[in-house]
């Protein structure tokens, strides 16, 4: 078999590999991209970020009609899930026919459906749609993402995960009257938030003190409160096994405070991490690969200068944008000879927790600050006293802004309540350009809008 000379081979098709696969095939490269889905967008598309949300968006427009009355619309709609299922799978394909379109623009660019391994650090075979192929690189991004982690607990099977819930045509299509999840994560408490706006009665199992493990206390402490009554955190358990019942149900059994329990639900979702997915052959290299994944550096080289790890893969910071950035970081430094002329920001990259309310932060908080012996001067406004937020009652949550002592530069947020997540986007545009709470201080955002508070809470200093 021949080898095919390319310039970029990218495992993987999603965040993490399609910018840099466009960027370097614009600049004239000749690029491979390689996903079994033989589509891009990887996991973010397929049964992440953008399923999740289309299911969240419509779970938000039907727990607001709770204030309709106030709002001078009486009247009720009742939840139909089969149909907010058949509209997450419509944006879903929405967004496949989109990408393809971008692809099928560049004519030279090829999209593989297949699996690639390593055969050597500039080799590697593709299996798919042609049988076996194989491309001798110049460069390579291995973008290769993560999957569920299921953890080898007895019954796990009878699990579902966000995989199934997400996926295009999941398989659930019906509201479970009792859905109990285990793991008080990103997915486990987005999801405990959709369900529960929805009508469903969620049970929510976290082992340890807190949910959102690795986000600020202090945050968690402001959303906790905020979250649908529906929604009952059980902290402290051990989830030992899963049983079914002849009708169906489910049973989780489990220890709190050293006692053995069990819980009974109509459905059980397990959502207690992601883990890297790793390409075959990957091992003989020499590349270093730690607990969250492939050991990068701010440059994404791996031991191999000509070998970039970008995304979930690298577990630096699992998000699509970030992704999305590192595999640009990644083009840059290839289109530079391998020799790093960009460098991705682990730090000051805004992130949201989708549930209902969302919470969202970005840079330096408290909890990192103290861990760091960094002393902050913060800024606050609370949403009680925002336009907005009394239009539309949702006057719960705050902006925090963290500041430098001294400098007053900007360096740390949260934001907990409303537009949470379009918020964090402007204050890390903020953080980035290196503005200080001067700046943000003179800067009259619009009214009424939620981003005014922005400014009110760096003049909550002077
Ligand atoms: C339920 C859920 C909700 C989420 N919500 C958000 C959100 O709201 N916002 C956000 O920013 N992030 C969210 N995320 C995280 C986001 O999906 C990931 O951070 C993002 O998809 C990472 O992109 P990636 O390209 O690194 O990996 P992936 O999207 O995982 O893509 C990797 C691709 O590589 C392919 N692949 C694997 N092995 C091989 C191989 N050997 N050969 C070829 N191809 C291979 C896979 O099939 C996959 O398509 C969510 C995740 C989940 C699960
Ligand atoms: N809004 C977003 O940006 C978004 C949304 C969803 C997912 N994601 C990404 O997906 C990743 C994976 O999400 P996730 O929620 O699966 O993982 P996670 O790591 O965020 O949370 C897993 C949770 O499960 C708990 N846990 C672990 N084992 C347990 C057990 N046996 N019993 C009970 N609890 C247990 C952990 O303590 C933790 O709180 C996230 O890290 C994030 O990067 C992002």
């Known amino acids: 078999m021949a080898d095919t000379e390319v310039d970029l081979l990218t495992i993987g098709a999603g965040g993490g590999a399609y910018p840099a696969a466009f960027r370097l095939a614009r600049a004239g490269a000749r690029v491979v991209m390689v996903d079994p889905k033989g589509v891009m967008s990887g996991n973010c598309l397929y049964e992440g970020c953008v399923p999740s949300k289309a299911v969240r968006e419509t779970a938000a427009l039907y727990l607001d009609q709770e204030k309709f009355q106030h709002l001078g619309l009486p009247g009720r709609i009742c939840p139909d899930y089969a149909a907010v299922v058949a509209h997450k799978d419509a944006v879903q394909n929405r967004r496949y026919a989109q990408h393809a379109a971008e692809l099928a623009a560049v004519p030279d660019l090829r999209l593989i459906q297949g699996v690639a391994r390593f055969i050597d650090a500039h080799t590697v075979q593709v299996h798919g749609e042609r049988g076996d192929e194989r491309f ?104 030992e096994s899963l049983e079914a019942t002849a009708a169906g149900k489910r049973i989780v059994h489990y220890r ?20 890297p997915v790793l390409p075959e052959g990957l091992d003989g290299l020499g590349i270093v690969v730690d607990r969250h994944g492939i050991s990068v550096g701010p440059d994404l080289r791996t031991q191999h200068p000509h ?56 840079g330096i908080t408290p909890a990192r600050a103290k861990a760091a012996n960094i002393e902050l001067v913060t800024g606050h406004y609370a949403f009680a006293e925002d336009s907005r937020a009394q239009i539309l009652e949702r006057m719960d949550g705050e902006i925090r802004l963290f500041f430098e002592p001294g400098s007053l530069r900007l360096v740390g947020a949260w934001v907990v309540g409303i537009d949470a997540g379009h918020l ?16 943000l201080a003179r ?4 009214h009424p809008m939620s981003a005014e508070g922005i400014g009110k809470a760096a003049r909550s200093l002077f």
């Open 136 to 239: 001798h690189c110049r460069h390579i991004i291995i973008a290769s993402g993560s999957e569920v982690f299921v953890p080898p607990l007895p019954g796990a099977e009878l699990a579902l995960t966000s995989h199934d819930l997400y996926k295009p045509d999941p398989t659930l299509k019906n509201l479970p009257a009792h859905l109990v999840i285990i793991g008080g994560g990103y997915i486990g408490l987005e999801t405990a938030s959709f369900f529960a706006a929805l009508g469903s009665q969620v049970t929510l199992l976290q082992k340890g003190g807190q949910v959102l493990q690795g986000m600020d206390p202090g945050m968690v402490d402001q959303l906790v409160p905020l979250l649908h009554p529906r929604i009952h955190l059980m902290m402290g358990v051990e989830v």
């Open 307 to 362: 070998i970039y790890a970008c995304g979930d893969v690298n577990g630096r910071v699992p998000l699509f944008h970030a992704a999305v950035r590192q595999s640009l970081v990644a083009a840059h430094n290839i289109l530079g000879g391998d020799v790093p002329m960009d460098y991705a920001d682990f730090v000051n990259v805004p992130t949201t927790i989708f549930t209902l309310p969302a919470a969202a932060s970005i």
């Open 443 to 446: 800067f009259a955002d619009q």
């Open 424 to 439: 964090i986007g402007e204050i890390g545009m903020a953080i980035q350009g290196g503005l200080s709470a001067y700046d």
């Open 256 to 275: 709190r405070d050293g006692m053995s329990a069990q819980i009974h639900a109509d459905v059980v979702v397990l959502a207690v991490g992601r883990r």
